[in-house]
């Protein structure tokens, strides 16, 4: 089901005038970031969500800020949901897939997480759900209008566990990697179709609500060559770029926003 909050006149110049994108799991945090970043830059948004309330006050935050932006509340792991949301919503010009978790629900810090021969199988659904899966049904439901029109950006965030690894996160770090071997071959399929697709891996970012003992905070900051953690803008100005139109080149990559916390080469 969709809703539109539209308070304000749309944005009439900018990167994403007249494209339409879906951000999922824009209620807040990255997600959030993210969309009003679009939305600043001229993009119709999305808003997708598990969580209506969320996406609801998102979709208000940029309605007032003079942008465009609707409401979608849907399940990426519900293929049907998905599926629905695609026929019932209208087409895309842009896919953020953003949604995904860390097994975790509040703040940044990893410290209780179970090393993988303590696991069985049924604990890694969460993870594939959500961080795989999602977006294969995403991509898969919104990809064909994308490619009907002969135009899309689709950007995928991943995280640095997909491309370092990371202990006590081996479930995470497989969907997040799964994601990026998805998306490059999602590049190749669909570069003829004038569709790029990309992931952008972060580090850890810090939000305005993130607690973390000054410990944890420490251990971790050590292995950052720049020693703070991420904020949300510094990701959502790269997406931007990604899904702009100077971004028609760029396909098939992985950039890390990660305050150096790994190299690519
Ligand atoms: N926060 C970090 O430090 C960090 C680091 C590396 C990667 N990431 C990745 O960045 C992305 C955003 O992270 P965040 O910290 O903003 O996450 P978050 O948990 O704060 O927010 C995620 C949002 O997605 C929604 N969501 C969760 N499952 C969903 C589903 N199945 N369908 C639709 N919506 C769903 C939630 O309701 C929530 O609003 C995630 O993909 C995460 O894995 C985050």
Redesign the pocket.
């Known amino acids: 089901m969709t809703e539109t909050a539209d308070e304000g006149e749309t944005a009439d110049e900018g990167t994403h005038r007249g494209r339409r994108a879906l951000v999922?799991?824009a209620?807040?945090?990255?997600?959030r970031a993210i969309a009003l970043e679009l939305a600043r830059g001229g993009a119709e948004v999305v808003v997708?969500?598990?969580?209506r309330e969320?996406a609801g006050a998102v979709a208000d935050e940029i309605a007032k800020a003079g942008g465009r932006a609707t409401v979608s509340v849907?399940?990426?792991?519900d293929w049907a949901s998905v599926e629905e949301a695609a026929r019932t919503g209208g087409p895309v010009d842009i896919i953020v897939n953003?949604?995904?978790?860390?097994g975790r629900?509040s703040g940044?810090a990893a410290t209780d997480f179970t090393p993988f021969i303590e696991t069985t199988p049924g604990d890694w659904d969460a993870f594939l759900g959500?961080?795989l899966y999602?977006v294969m049904h995403t991509v898969r439901a919104f990809l064909p209008g994308m490619v009907d029109r002969s135009w899309g950006r689709v950007v995928t965030?991943?995280?640095?566990?997909a491309r370092v690894g990371e202990q006590r996160m081996a479930a995470y770090s497989a969907a997040?990697a799964g994601a990026a071997g998805f998306s490059r071959a999602i590049a190749r399929e669909a570069g003829r179709h004038g569709v790029t697709a990309n992931c952008v891996s972060?580090?850890?970012?810090a939000y305005d609500d993130s607690e973390m003992p000054g410990d944890v905070q420490a251990r971790l900051l050590a292995r950052y060559a720049v020693k703070r953690f991420g904020r949300a803008e510094e990701v959502a100005a790269l997406v931007a770029f990604l899904t702009g139109p100077e971004g028609g080149w760029i396909t098939g990559q992985t950039y890390p926003v990660n305050g150096g916390y790994s190299s690519a080469l």
């Open positions: 999922t799991g209620g807040q945090r990255m997600g997708n969500d598990l969580d969320r849907f399940d990426v792991t953003n949604a995904g978790n860390a629900t940044p959500v961080n999602g965030i991943i995280s640095d566990a997040k972060l580090g850890t970012i």
